[in-house]
């Protein structure tokens, strides 16, 4: 379950006896609301399968989402939660393919992170790693359009096919816009030969068309 974490991997014996006899695991299929904020987080998310999605929520209920937690990842959020006591600040939902993850409890995490080099040095990485994913999404909200962000987006997220499998709502609940919004400016890229558009996915005609159209 723990293969894709290398601290796992470094744990001393007790350490390992300890995180094998308390870890919890979970298995959720499609997507589905995972923690609400105000919500107590109750140890440190490891996913090993699937995706889970950190979003905000504006007063007008629209979306946006912050980063995403993929396969050997963890979240810095809920860590944060650990180590201070403070209730979670976002909201979680599993990706459109569900998702698998451990939770390894609060108290446990904590001890380990007094004793195990690797889990300090796990935590100073998913901390830098994820400053830079929220520093990346600012600087996108704050320099780029809202058609160079659908792009960008879509070079982030589309998988091995160069496709997209989500809806123009799925897409404008990450950006934090209208699926109005999102429609005419996937609309303007196919007419620009840069994308086709498809019921329930996008796919990437020209990527160096795409990657220029962001930088341009």
């Not at 901390?127 to 960008?152: C, G, H, K, Q, Y």
Request: aromatic fraction near 8%; charged fraction near 25%; charge should be neutral.
């Amino acid at each position: 379950m723990l293969s894709r974490f290398r601290f796992a991997q470094e744990l001393s014996p007790a350490a390992k006896s300890a995180v094998d006899h308390d870890l919890l695991s979970f298995s959720v299929e499609g997507r589905k609301l995972l923690i609400q904020k105000g919500d107590t987080v109750g140890g440190v998310y490891l996913v090993y399968e699937g995706a889970l999605r950190v979003y905000s929520m504006n007063a007008n209920g629209r979306e946006s989402t912050l980063y995403w937690i993929e396969p050997g990842e963890s979240c810095i959020l809920a860590m944060n939660c650990v180590f201070s006591n403070i209730l979670y600040p976002a909201w979680v939902e599993s990706g459109r393919k569900g998702a698998k993850f451990a939770v390894i409890p609060s108290p446990v995490y904590r001890r380990l992170h007094e004793t195990e080099k690797s889990v300090q040095q796990f935590t100073f990485d998913v901390l830098s790693a994820r400053i830079f994913d929220l520093m990346s999404t600012l600087e996108d909200v704050t320099t780029l359009p809202m058609d160079r962000r659908i792009a960008n987006f879509l070079l982030k997220k589309s998988d091995s096919d160069l496709r997209l499998p989500m809806s123009h709502e799925e897409i404008a609940s990450h950006l934090g816009t209208a699926r109005e919004v999102v429609s005419r400016n996937l609309r303007n890229l196919e007419n620009a030969g840069l994308v086709k558009v498809a019921r329930g996915h996008t796919e990437i005609a020209s990527v160096e068309g795409l990657r220029s159209f962001v930088h341009e």
